[in-house]
Each structure stands twice: as C-alpha cells, then as structure tokens.
C-alpha cells in the first residue's frame, strides 16, 4: 500500500514550529501519568475470523462526510472526490453498507453506538448507548486529549460525544471541537490541567518562560494565572489555526476539516471523528450539494497530507470515511435531493477504509452496516464495543 510520505516542503513557519514544540511539551508533560503509555495489546476476537496478531494502526480517523451524501456523487463520480477515490483504490471500499435512516443526527449517533435505534434517537440529546469513544477511553484507559470529535454542526453535536449510559458516560467522553472554536468544558479543564506550571518540566518551563517575557504586560505577580491563560490561547490558536480565512458553501465542514487536521498534528489522538453536515443543502439545491462534496473532499485533501506526509502518522493511522445515509434517486421540484424516498440510493451508502493494514485496491461488495464501523474502530485499536450490534467489516485485512 502507497503509505509513502510526501516530499511537500511544509509550509509552516518558524515561528509556528517554536508554538507547535512549546504546546507538544506543555501537552506532553500535562498527559504525564494520565497518559496509557503502556504497550499497545492485542487480543483476538471469539466472534469471526481472528485480527491479524500485530496491527500497524495506533490511530483513527473516523470522517463521517455526512449530510447525506449518495455513493453516485462520490465514488461513482471520481471527478468530484479525487482525494477520497484515491483512498479507495488504496484501501478497501464497501459499496452495499445499509444505513441506519433515523435522521441525521441519529443516524450518524448510530455510527459512533453501532446500534440502530429502532425507535430512533431524540434530536439534540445524549442517548442511552455507549459510543465508541467511551468504549476506547475506558478499556483503554486513554486520556481525554486522546479522543475527539470535530464538528460542523455546532451545539447540538456536542451529544456524540458521550452517552448516558451509567457504566460509561461524560468521564469517558470526547472532546468536542468545532471550526469556530468552540469547546466543551472538560476540553477547558483539560487545557487547565497542561498549563499548571507545577507540572512542567524544567525544559518546558524555559520556554513557557521565554514565550511570557515575549507578551507584553506580562507581570511577574500574575505569572501563574498568565501561564495557564497562554497555553489555552496558544492551544486555540493551533487548532483553530487557518479557519477564519474559510468561506464559502462549506464553510462550516471545511473548518472542521481544518481543526481536525491541527489536531492530528498537536495532540496525535488515538481517535479523531469528523462530523460534516453541509451536503444537506442539497434539499434546496442538487447544484450545490455536489459543490460541497467536491469542496469537501478537496479539505479532506489536506487532511491526508498531514497523514501522508508525516512517516509516524502514515504508518500508524487508518482513516474511515462515510456518511450517514445516501439521498433519494429523484429530484425533488426545486431541482433538489430529500431523503425519504427507501431507495438503494438513500438506504445504502459506501464506506472506504485506508491504513497500513487494510488490504489495498479491494472492493467488498457484501452487504454491510454503517454500525459495523463502530466495532471495527474499536477492534483496530484494541477495545471491544461491548453493546454493539455490528460487527467488524469483513474481508479488510490484508
Ligand atoms: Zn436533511
């Protein structure tokens, strides 16, 4: 598989490589203990074939490239999706993956539970299942700054990031992120707890030191508060680097793209989702649905450069990517796409999975469930979804 990295020169500054080395030492002394630095474990699962004995994926990259998006505007148009077809002739696709039509908020919930809530799930509320975030920062015992969420979509999506369920729940949540910067308050706890100057190793404290008589008005007397201030903003401004310049139709999922994308550069997460939304703008407008998709995936473009072009992360991450349902077959009388209708074209979307242990090039064209994701994220990094309904994608290992 062509996990190569790229010769791009990187285009950062040096005065943005002197912030991204204070915040990965201020982050990484902050992690200190809390961090599962233990080696990374693997069991084989009773149920179905056996994982392969020794996975290459430390990471994930779960894209739900949602707001239903039909398999016909993307990978049956590689014109609009060169980045995520690429992917696919890289890796393997699902091209029958059966949805869970609840809506879109419920339906991409089902991705994160790999439970197909029958009665389908209130919009903006937490639901009782436990989402794959939970199941990996339990069993694995992974600290908060290894698992987020970016969104789209604002408030309302702050509820993926953890379930009610009463063994798991807000402890073992996800930090939710959105191109705005906007942040739940376990995200500011944890920038709290990095910038506790106590903690910090002698190195560390030099350079928040040398980064403080750099602000001026800076006072001696208000050094602490100061210095928890500085890591938050300079934290912020990494990860929300780059997305005031972002106009456009999709706007709100390029930022998202583009926080998830500074993430995987600071914190290197075990599991980063993505949630887009803007493609439904397609009830309105074909037109303009298939500008957001294309639009879309040249952001996740620069996504996969990050991955590509850092050997660590492009031997180490794999990358899921999905919507959460398909769209009708028919236009409706705006010249736009509901979805409703119980076709093919709705009710069966594509998934493509990309990493250094998929297979490569490969189509699978048994029938599958966008739930199975949930469980073949948590088996990839060594946890099970205990309550889950799927099951791990079949025929994925190469
Ligand atoms: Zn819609």
Request: glycine letters at 10%.
């Amino acid at each position: 598989m062509a996990h190569t990295p790229s010769n791009n020169p990187t285009s950062r500054s040096a005065d943005s490589l002197t912030r991204r080395k204070l915040l990965k030492a201020g982050l990484a002394a902050g992690a200190m203990g809390a961090c599962a630095s233990a080696p990374f474990a693997w069991t084989s699962r009773a149920n179905g074939l056996a994982l392969p004995g020794k996975l290459k994926t430390k990471r994930v990259v779960l894209v739900l490239f949602a707001g239903g998006v039909r398999t016909r505007e993307t990978l049956g148009m590689p014109d609009n999706v060169p980045v995520l077809s690429q992917m696919a002739t890289e890796g393997v696709t699902y091209d029958r993956a059966r949805t869970s039509n609840l809506g879109h908020f419920g339906a991409a919930l089902s991705i994160f539970t790999g439970i197909s809530e029958a009665r389908g799930i209130r919009e903006n509320a937490r639901g009782p299942d436990p989402t794959l975030f939970e199941y990996l920062r339990k069993d694995l015992q992974l600290p908060a700054s290894d698992v987020w969420i970016s969104t789209s979509g604002g408030v309302q999506q702050t509820n993926y990031s953890h379930s009610m369920h009463r063994d798991y729940g807000a402890d073992f949540g996800a930090n939710v992120l959105d191109g705005d910067g906007i942040f739940n308050r376990e995200f500011r706890e944890i920038l709290a707890s990095y910038g506790k100057p106590k903690q910090w190793a002698d190195e560390e404290r030099k350079l928040l030191a040398k980064l403080r008589s750099d602000l001026a008005g800076a006072e001696e007397n208000k050094e602490r508060a100061k210095a928890v201030a500085t890591v938050e903003r300079y934290v912020m401004e990494e990860l929300t680097r780059g997305t005031a310049d972002l106009r456009g139709i999709n706007s709100g999922d390029a930022k998202a793209l583009r926080v998830a994308r500074n993430l995987l550069s600071i914190f290197r997460p075990r599991l980063l989702s993505v949630v887009l939304q803007q493609a439904d703008v397609a009830h309105g407008s074909f037109n303009s649905y298939v500008e957001v998709i294309r639009k879309n995936d040249a952001a996740l473009g620069e996504l996969m450069q990050v991955v590509r072009g850092d050997p660590e992360l492009a031997d180490s991450t794999s990358v899921i990517v999905l919507p959460e349902f398909g769209r009708d077959r028919d236009l409706n009388s705006r010249r736009g796409l509901d979805h409703g209708d119980g076709s093919d074209d709705l009710n069966f979307v594509s998934i493509v999975c990309w990493g250094p242990d998929f297979r490569s090039g490969q189509s699978v064209t048994d029938a599958v469930r966008t739930i199975d994701v949930c469980p073949t994220v948590c088996e990839l990094l060594g946890s099970k979804a205990g309550m889950a309904r799927g099951q791990r994608l079949p025929r994925l290992f190469s």
